[in-house]
């Protein structure tokens, strides 16, 4: 949620930030608003509720002359502290209009800080927490910007990112963080700040992560940065390898659509390189020595919304393939019910963004009782891979469409070659049935893009179904979690009652929903569980249901008892997940469509929530 972008260079700095923002627009936001220093050596502020369509109109309307400047700070606001107007948006400027402030985040002491200033003295405009660290820097300003930031970071409780300018200071730019992801891009005679290296990817591949309370001054020339106590602090650099092209639209009506068919690459990319030269299975990343790995005697998996849907097939394959007990938890429940952990534990914290502040601190207190966690995140260099033990990259490319698609599948590809590589050093599986099972797994890109090719009628029934208020979600084993998937993509995209459930669960209560013509997907891929499905879709359609059934190709067992029935290719029963997800994905996407809704950037939600 929330998107900054910092510039000083050689370029006009309203054209770089708002570009930036225009690329940080996917992680959702409610206001927009830009600071500009002009040539003449004022700080120009513009700021509108709304989409940046309305902050574009807004500078339209203003002078030239006042945001002629180099250097300049953006911000994409998703309201937490106050609603979402033209006065809470960012920037905030202090009580002389010299210091303007952007800021990710929540302080949980803002109460406190506001009533002090307004105690001395301090008029503040808005209802936002974000407006009391303009007026603190001002008090500390002594002529030294990131010095002011520094002592007034030591007054913040809470999770932060602020990006600070002063119209004193022509070519500084300081940015800090605690919590929140800041990322510095590396140019040549210009460097930039932002929230993610999409905001800058059109100017420089070159990154480098600022870390937990630091501080960074960014100048035209160089950067620097320092601890809170103002010591310097050395960091690691990294190359961006993918370009400004993946993150366009190449011609598709929205970035969903585009990365839903993007999807047998990106498992490709995340499955490819992972079998050795000896035949041997290769995961380097978990780190952990194969002493270790025996002597585990549980995995805890935790995510969020999409990705605790991927742990929940992670447990199926793990338990399968390796033997151990697995556990998936919600992050954000996690550490509040006091979790039995130590270091025979191995935690998996699922995150896109690596940035997820409830699966952030679900890693924390992993590793303050001694697990082992594996992050699993399509992001280098983010918060929760950094300080996790280890990191498996998904390498899927930049995912910008709010509700996920193709970070999804390539966590799936992810966790199962987890659970081999567990089963293969615990002696659960051989060489020879792990490459087998490798082998199927390298053959689902194939398999996805075959479903991708059968999509049409699904599409077309999709636009049949979208007056309807209420779709059901029904599976079994590997099913099931596809489908909570499937219900949360038509509720994120649709906002329409959507649910997902055991198919056996459905007469203990849920039935009592089910009206004549009720659309139902079941996920019905070949099973041994395949029988008892029959059974649970006799039921509801007995009573009703309009029944759209995934099917495997060859299987009739179903087709006396489906509405509507959508075949994929065969594949093990366990995999399934990876080619069940795709008409789900598409039917959502084009019953969403079909209402008039924007796919991209559904209300309310932001692609990455980086708060509590």
């Known amino acids: 949620m929330c998107g900054i972008v910092g510039y000083v260079g050689d370029k006009p700095a309203l054209d770089v930030v708002m570009a930036g923002l225009s690329r940080l627009e996917y992680r959702g936001y409610d206001s927009a608003g830009i600071a500009v220093r002009t040539a003449a050596g004022e700080l120009t502020v513009v700021r509108r509720a709304g989409k940046l369509a309305n902050l574009r109109e807004a500078l339209d309307g203003t002078p030239s002359e006042t945001l ?158 320092t601890d809170l106590a103002g010591s310097p602090v050395d960091g690691a650099t990294f190359y961006v390898d993918w370009d400004t092209a993946a993150a366009e639209k190449a011609g598709y009506e929205y970035f969903m659509l585009k990365e839903i068919d993007e999807q047998p690459a990106a498992v490709r990319e995340t499955v490819g390189g992972r079998l050795g030269p000896d035949g041997r299975l290769t995961l380097d990343e978990l780190a952990m020595s194969d002493e270790d790995i025996q002597g585990l005697t549980q995995v805890v998996v935790v995510g969020c919304g999409s990705t605790y849907h991927s742990g929940l097939v992670a447990k199926y394959a793990i338990e399968r393939w390796a033997r151990l007990p697995v556990q998936v938890e919600i992050a954000s429940e996690f550490r509040y019910r006091d979790p039995v952990l130590d270091r025979h534990t191995l935690v998996v914290a699922i995150s896109q963004s690596g940035e997820t502040a409830d699966t952030l601190e679900a890693v924390r207190h992993a590793r303050r009782l001694r697990a082992w966690v594996l992050a699993v995140s399509n992001t280098v260099g983010s918060s929760i891979a950094r300080e996790s033990d280890a990191a498996f990259y998904t390498r899927g490319g930049p995912e910008v469409a709010v509700a996920s698609t193709k970070a999804v599948m390539t966590q799936l590809a992810a966790v199962y070659l987890v659970g081999l590589h567990l089963a293969h050093v615990r002696g659960f599986r051989d060489d020879d049935e792990v490459r087998s099972h490798f082998g199927d797994l390298a053959a689902t890109p194939a398999q996805i893009a075959d479903v991708l090719g059968r999509m049409d009628p699904v599409r077309k029934l999709a636009r049949e179904i979208a007056s309807h208020e209420r779709v059901m979600f029904l599976g079994r084993h590997v099913g099931y979690p596809m489908a909570l998937e499937g219900a949360l993509k038509l509720k994120e995209l649709a906002y329409v009652s959507a649910e997902g459930l055991p198919a056996g669960e459905i007469k203990h209560g849920p039935i009592a929903l089910i009206e004549k013509g009720t659309p139902v997907v079941v996920i019905a891929p070949r099973h041994a569980l395949t029988a008892k499905i029959v059974t649970n879709v006799q039921e509801i359609r007995a009573r009703g249901a309009r029944t759209i059934v995934i099917a495997t190709d060859g299987d009739d067992s179903l087709a006396p008892h489906a509405d509507h029935l959508i075949r994929i290719p065969d594949i093990k029963s366990l995999l399934s997940p990876m080619l069940t997800l795709v008409p789900m994905q598409v039917l959502s996407a084009e019953f969403a469509m079909a209402r008039g809704l924007d796919i991209d950037q559904p209300r309310n939600l932001a692609k990455s929530v980086t708060v509590e």
């Open 68 to 225: 002629d400047g180099t250097m300049g700070i953006g911000h994409t606001r998703w309201a937490t502290h106050g609603a979402p107007t033209d006065r809470n948006a960012h920037p905030h400027v202090d009580c002389t209009g010299a210091i303007a402030v952007v800021h990710n985040g929540t302080l949980e002491n803002f109460t406190e800080l506001r009533d002090g200033l307004e105690h001395r003295g301090h008029a503040l405009a808005s209802e936002t927490d974000t407006e009391a660290v303009a007026h603190l820097i001002e008090e500390r300003y002594a002529g030294d910007l990131a010095a002011a930031v520094r002592e007034v970071c030591g007054d913040l409780d809470g999770s932060f990112v602020l990006v600070v300018t002063h119209r004193d200071e022509p070519d500084v730019v300081v940015g800090a963080r605690r919590n929140l992801p800041l990322v510095l891009g590396l140019g040549d005679g210009e460097n930039f700040l932002a929230s993610d290296v999409t905001a800058f990817i059109a100017h420089t591949r070159s990154a480098r992560v600022v870390e937990q309370d630091q501080v960074v001054t960014l100048r035209r020339d160089g950067v620097t940065v």
